[in-house]
């Protein structure tokens, strides 16, 4: 649905926000898993058509499988984009449905009556319906988000972008917002960057993990994870002998459990005494990419 090919972005501060990222994004939900800083922001930004790349390619299949030039064509991606920034803000005093009503408007919905449809059909599907006289400014962060995707999806988009949209929520509104992506995700390309690796484990069959601007891995998650098989090792240390660990092992994570730190280590033998296997998770993965990026730095 969409090929990105070697985009480079340096901003001139000299960061180099994006290092020849290459990707293949199919239909469905895409996970782009990256610390604060990863670019994560960066990439969205240039596929949604408001940043220029240095150098790269990137192209989405639209309707009738033509090819669009996503850097050269913007309007023609415009035409197929829904966006939710991450600072997606929204008039305080006015009501849901009369700010989705504004945007679908901009959205070139001139058509009153189907409109009000779409209007309608958008509020019900991501569970507004109720609150949809109320003001934006007394809706909680998981109701504001789900009108972000509200008129994200305004226009029917083949391709649709959420940056970080499930920070700050409390879990049952996470989970509500990432079962109504699910959803989508069954017609169109969503892809959700993050940097929460549940947000990726529980819903995207396919992944990038990014950082520094580079693209570490790619691919199924459970392929990733597959992958570290009898890799993974827990053991729990004291606070004392935890920098010993960190510097004789490769530490993925550290997490305290009844406030001892248990500890994850990679590696391809047992470590040393006291070490048990665990089967590998997600985080894991994330955290093996990460280690070896700063190892080969
Ligand atoms: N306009 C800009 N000018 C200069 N540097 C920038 C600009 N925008 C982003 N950066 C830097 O580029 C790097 C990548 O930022 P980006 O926002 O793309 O990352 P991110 O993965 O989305 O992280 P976050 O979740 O913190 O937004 C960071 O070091 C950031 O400080």
């Known amino acids: 649905m969409l090929t990105i090919r070697e985009l480079s972005k340096t901003y001139a501060n000299g960061v180099h926000a994006l290092n020849r990222v290459t990707l293949d994004i199919p239909r469905g939900m895409f996970g782009l898993l990256g610390p604060n800083g990863a670019g994560k922001s960066s990439l969205m930004r240039t596929l949604a058509t408001l940043q220029e790349p ?8 639209g309707p009738s499988g033509e090819r669009i030039d996503v850097l050269r064509d913007k309007d023609a991606v415009r035409r197929q984009l829904g966006y939710l920034p991450q600072d997606f803000g929204v008039y305080p005093k006015v009501s849901a449905e009369d700010l989705l009503e504004h945007f679908a408007v901009l959205k070139g919905l001139t058509d009153r009556r189907q409109r009000r449809e779409t209007v309608e059909g958008l509020l019900q599907q ?16 998981g109701m504001r988000q789900r009108f972000g995707i509200a008129q994200a999806l305004l226009g029917d988009p083949r391709l649709v972008i959420v940056d970080e949209p499930t920070a700050g929520l409390d879990p049952e509104e996470r989970n509500r917002f990432l079962n109504l992506l699910a959803e989508i995700g069954e017609n169109v390309a969503v892809i959700l960057s993050t940097h929460i690796v549940e947000d990726v484990t529980d819903l995207c069959p ?42 004789r092992h490769t530490v993925l994570s550290t997490r305290l459990v009844g406030g001892h730190p248990v500890i994850h280590v990679f590696s391809a033998q047992r470590p040393e005494e006291g070490f048990e296997a665990v089967a590998p998770d997600l985080e894991d993965v994330y955290f093996q990419r990460l280690r070896l990026q700063a190892k080969a730095a």
């Open 54 to 61: 240095d150098s790269g390619e990137a192209f989405l299949e």
């Open 126 to 141: 991501v569970n507004l319906w109720d609150a949809r006289k109320r003001k934006l400014g007394t809706y909680s962060g």
């Open 206 to 247: 396919t992944m990038a993990i990014m950082n520094r601007g580079q693209v570490l891995l790619t691919g199924k998650p459970a392929d990733a994870i597959g992958a570290l098989q009898a890799q993974v090792w827990r053991k729990q240390v004291t606070k004392a002998t935890l920098p010993d660990y960190e510097a």
